[in-house]
């Protein structure tokens, strides 16, 4: 006899519409951009009313910052090197993700791009996570420093803002019409100049 289907509890069948809503949106934005999507039509992609997707993020604006913050995360494996080793797999994660198109990736940058057009739902959103990933960009280059793998001369402010133009630029060159691929090679390349750039040595 076999055991009977354990019951999801109120609070994990919440999450799991909320993850399913959130994943119809990403898909949305990836393929339109987020102006042409509505809480309808996500409604209607995840399999659910207008109104679930509304008890679940309350308005248009509060789901497109669900969609920046989900999709802005991104997997770094751990490394046991210094500062510059930990620049070098950072750097490798973000264009390996830009690399696979993952819808995560298409949705980021579109909005991005929305938000640099000053959207003005957008812009104060994309400030505030640039801001934050250009500290912590400054503050692995301030370890590099301090462990002697980057270069003692180098601003760790200025480096910061470099790489996360670097990053965003290569991903919008491939989510263009130019369709620049981020692949294995660009990759290495990128890692190459940034190493020869701030190696200690």
């Known amino acids: 006899m076999s055991e009977p ?3 999801r509890t109120q609070e994990e ?3 799991e519409t909320g993850r399913r809503v959130l994943a119809a949106a990403t898909e949305l934005i990836a393929r339109k951009g987020s102006r042409a999507v ?19 993020f309350g308005s248009r604006e509060q789901l497109l910052e ?32 830009v690399r696979d198109r993952l819808p995560a990736t298409g949705a980021f940058l ?22 934050s990933f250009r500290e912590a960009l400054a503050d692995v280059v301030r370890a590099g420093v301090a462990d002697g793998s980057v270069r003692g001369d180098a601003d760790p402010d200025a480096v910061a803002v470099l790489l996360l133009g670097l990053l965003r630029g290569i991903g919008m060159q491939q989510a263009s019409a130019a369709g620049v691929p981020a692949d294995d090679a660009l990759t290495a390349q990128v890692v190459e100049v940034l190493r020869r750039g701030l190696a200690a040595d």
């Open 66 to 97: 669900a969609v920046v913050r989900d999709a802005q995360r991104f997997d770094v494996p751990d490394v046991a090197g210094g500062g510059l080793d930990q620049l070098a797999v950072l750097v490798r994660a973000y264009l390996g993700n």
């Open 5 to 7: 289907a354990t019951r």
């Open 38 to 56: 509505t809480l309808a039509e996500v409604g209607r992609a995840a399999g659910y009313s207008r109104g679930i997707v509304h008890s679940h």
């Open 110 to 131: 579109l909005l991005w791009a929305e938000s640099v057009a000053a959207d003005p739902v957008l812009a104060p959103l994309f400030a505030e996570r640039d801001r």
């Open 13 to 15: 069948r919440r999450a």
